[in-house]
């Protein structure tokens, strides 16, 4: 257990609907990752957040946005939802933001099913 | 991030030592590198991570060259709870994965 909790596991969906997906990271770390891992393309990243603060942005969509709150869980907002975007989504945590020494705790993912 | 090599796959027999080697010649001074594994339907785990020296833990060594242009991790003994996408990453801001390396082992 990585102790990293992401919720729901599953989600199904239509197109053009909007989801949010909910990380509660490692307790004490205040980094949050989010990866976008899909069939075809492997392990996205997405964004970074550190201490309520968004601190890298990867390959993320214009219609993805995402928090990290006072408390450090994160939600990561999916909105117009496309086919292409079913894929499982991952949150991670660190302890640092710039931390390279420290390891990065992945939850299980959501699988995102868009019909 | 830079960039890291690794090969698509790779196969062991049981109870045998992998060697799972990475190349990163464009490492900068400051990046680690770390190593992380992907079982089926799982987040990524964490294996092992360094800087200069070689490291070891519970699950794995790595060996960093000297010029710290390559790195190999060492899997002692395989067991087929091994099986899984191990990838090489160099530690910055993003931490970007690449396609990692799909180790299989045979009974």
């Known amino acids: 257990d990585s102790g990293v909790t992401q919720t729901p596991k599953h989600l199904i969906t239509a197109t053009g609907q909007r989801v949010t997906l909910r990380c509660s990271p490692r307790s004490g770390d205040l980094s949050v990752y989010w990866y976008q891992q899909s069939l075809d393309q492997g392990l996205q990243f997405l964004i970074h957040?550190?201490?309520?603060?968004?601190?890298a942005k990867g390959n993320i969509l214009e219609r993805f946005s995402a928090q990290q709150f006072p408390d450090l869980h994160s939600e990561l907002n999916l909105s117009s939802l496309e086919l292409g975007d079913s894929a499982l989504y991952f949150c991670a945590s660190s302890v640092g933001r710039l931390s390279y020494n420290s390891p990065l705790h992945f939850g299980n993912g959501t699988r995102l099913t868009v019909t | 991030d830079a960039k890291t090599t690794q090969p698509n796959s790779m196969e062991s027999n049981e109870e045998e030592p992998v060697h799972l080697p990475c190349n990163h010649s464009t490492i900068s001074g400051t990046d680690y590198i770390h190593w992380y594994r992907q079982l089926p339907s799982q987040g990524p785990e964490y294996v092992i991570h360094?800087?200069?020296s070689n490291v070891n833990n519970r699950m794995a060594s790595l060996a960093i060259a000297e010029d710290r242009k390559s790195s190999t991790l060492i899997l002692h003994r395989a067991t087929l709870r091994d099986a899984a996408v191990y990838y090489c990453i160099l530690r910055g801001n993003m931490l970007t994965f690449g396609g990692g390396t799909r180790l299989m082992v045979k009974p």
């Open positions: 957040y550190y201490n309520g603060e968004e601190r």
């Open positions: 360094g800087l200069t």
